[in-house]
């Protein structure tokens, strides 16, 4: 992942133009045409749902349908979340948007701010849907909430817990990992003495999430001032200062070196150096169980993320999306967004949806009733996720970060640490100067909106 790539160049205007509300104002916000009364209500979901994860994601759809004769939700597939961006804002600017799309949490404010959103609840509430918003996972819904309401229904959401091969520790004398990063370093050098695996931990496609971003919560670390960007756009990265972060990093450039952290290259994904059993542990989303369960031929487990000794750790924050409804279409439609998500929001549809996936429960009464059935017995690994979610009371660094342009940021935070990673830069330097670049998206994103 690059910050200077031209597709990624591209993207980025792209992305700023429609936060900044680019030729918005002159669309006319036109409804949708005449629909035969004969006919189903379409209703478009652009999604972001890839392999595994967009069969589920069409059974669900087909699911809707079928309960009902009046909708029919049309699921397409965008790619991946910045290149559903893409194609949602190439399309609004034509009048050719869906009713629904999926958004990553980075995109919060670029939703919230483009003015081409309707607020889930006004929606629900138009169409006659009483939600419980107070049912949803604080953590999770308390991402999304403005003024105490969500203004996009959580749906894929999760946050990253630590996977490890049960064998190879078994192996090296060990029962499971500790509970802290000093206790796992010596673990994983005893893996590696001992000649029990190849490597001891794949590095994550996305590392600067769950082992950057997430450490820092863990660790009731400031990421960034204002709450992370909950409290202003005024926000400005500070994790460069934080003595523990630069730590962390410091940490796996030293693992790197010693043969026990491997980027995964050749062909090879992180998670397929640890399905094969190549490498003993792996940090990765809770939405990796699917992968894992049909990949790994080993017993395998998982746990919380580590945690500085002598820190008592808090809640991880999510990752995922949720589905915002765009403006610009006809009431009919709307009506059957509103169906949709109602749908959705069903415990026995969240229910349903995390066992099928490894997302977390996004409310509750599907957490209570998933309990109930035993279902967290039978599978605790599945529950790792929203107790570590749910661990104590978020604090200002651990409710979860929101920042203009997050996307941008964070390819900048990447590019910087990869030069940790060869040598070309101390953790200290590379953080200060990811620092300093993401400040400048921070100021750029401040100055267009400020005045909103």
Same mark, same amino acid.
């Given at each position: &992942?690059?910050? !200077?790539?031209?597709?990624?160049?591209? @993207?980025?205007?792209? =992305?700023?133009?429609?936060?900044?509300?680019?030729? @918005?104002?002159?669309?006319? @916000?036109?409804?949708?045409?005449?629909? +035969?009364?004969?006919?189903?209500?379409?209703?478009?979901?652009?999604?972001?749902?890839? #392999?595994?994860?967009?069969?589920?994601?069409?059974?669900? =759809?087909?699911?809707?349908?079928?309960? %009902?004769?009046?909708?029919?939700?049309? #699921?397409?597939?965008?790619?991946?979340?910045?290149?559903?961006?893409?194609?949602?804002?190439?399309?609004?600017?034509?009048?050719? *948007?869906?009713?629904?799309? *999926?958004?990553?949490e980075r995109g919060f404010l670029t939703m919230y701010n483009s003015g081409a959103i309707i607020p889930v609840p006004d929606l629900m509430e138009k169409e006659g849907y009483k939600i419980d918003w107070n049912d949803f996972v604080a953590p999770v819904a308390g991402f999304y909430l403005v003024d105490g309401k969500p203004v996009a229904m959580p749906f894929n959401s999760s946050t990253p817990i630590f996977w490890y091969n049960a064998d190879h520790f078994k192996a090296a004398g060990f029962d499971k990992p500790g509970e802290t990063w *000093? !206790?796992?370093?010596? *673990? @994983?050098?005893? =893996?590696? !003495?001992? /000649?029990?695996?190849?490597?001891? &931990?794949?590095?994550?496609?996305?590392?600067?999430? +769950?082992?950057? !971003?997430?450490?820092?919560? =863990? %660790?009731? %670390?400031?990421? /960034?001032?204002?709450?992370? /960007?909950?409290?202003?756009?005024?926000?400005?990265?500070i994790f460069n200062k934080s003595p523990l972060v630069v730590g962390q990093v410091t940490r796996l450039k030293t693992w790197l070196d010693a043969g026990i952290l491997q980027i995964a290259g050749q062909g090879l994904s992180p998670d397929q150096l640890f399905t094969s059993g190549t490498c003993s542990t792996y940090v990765a989303s809770t939405a990796a169980h699917a992968a894992v369960e049909s990949g790994a031929k080993f017993n395998w487990s998982a746990t919380f993320l580590p945690h500085e000794e002598g820190i008592e750790p808090k809640n991880s924050t999510i990752g995922g999306g949720a589905l915002w409804v765009l403006k610009g279409k006809s009431d009919e439609e709307y009506a059957g967004a509103a169906a949709f998500l109602n749908f959705l929001a069903s415990p026995k549809t969240q229910v349903w949806w995390s066992k099928q996936t490894g997302y977390v429960p996004v409310t509750n009464a599907a957490y209570e009733q998933a309990k109930s059935e035993g279902y967290f017995k039978d599978h605790p690994t599945r529950e790792i996720a929203i107790l570590q979610l749910t661990r104590g009371t978020p604090t200002d660094n651990s409710r979860g970060f929101r920042f203009g342009n997050h996307n941008q940021s964070m390819a900048l935070l990447v590019e910087e640490i990869q030069g940790v990673w060869t040598g070309q830069k101390t953790p200290q330097e590379a953080l200060d100067e990811a620092a300093v670049r993401g400040n400048q998206i921070l100021r750029q994103y401040e100055q267009l909106h400020a005045a909103k």
């Open positions: &992942m690059t910050a !200077e790539s031209s597709m990624g160049a591209r @993207l980025r205007r792209a =992305i700023r133009s429609f936060a900044a509300g680019a030729g @918005l104002a002159t669309l006319g @916000l036109a409804a949708a045409g005449e629909v +035969s009364a004969a006919d189903r209500v379409k209703i478009e979901w652009w999604n972001a749902a890839g #392999g595994r994860l967009a069969e589920i994601t069409n059974k669900l =759809i087909a699911d809707f349908n079928a309960s %009902q004769d009046k909708y029919e939700v049309v #699921g397409i597939g965008k790619g991946n979340y910045e290149e559903t961006m893409a194609a949602m804002v190439a399309a609004y600017r034509v009048r050719q *948007q869906p009713v629904l799309i *999926q958004a990553a *000093q !206790e796992l370093d010596k *673990q @994983l050098r005893a =893996i590696k !003495e001992k /000649g029990v695996s190849k490597c001891q &931990m794949a590095l994550a496609n996305d590392f600067y999430w +769950s082992l950057i !971003e997430n450490y820092a919560a =863990i %660790q009731d %670390q400031p990421y /960034g001032t204002k709450a992370n /960007g909950f409290g202003g756009l005024d926000t400005e990265f």
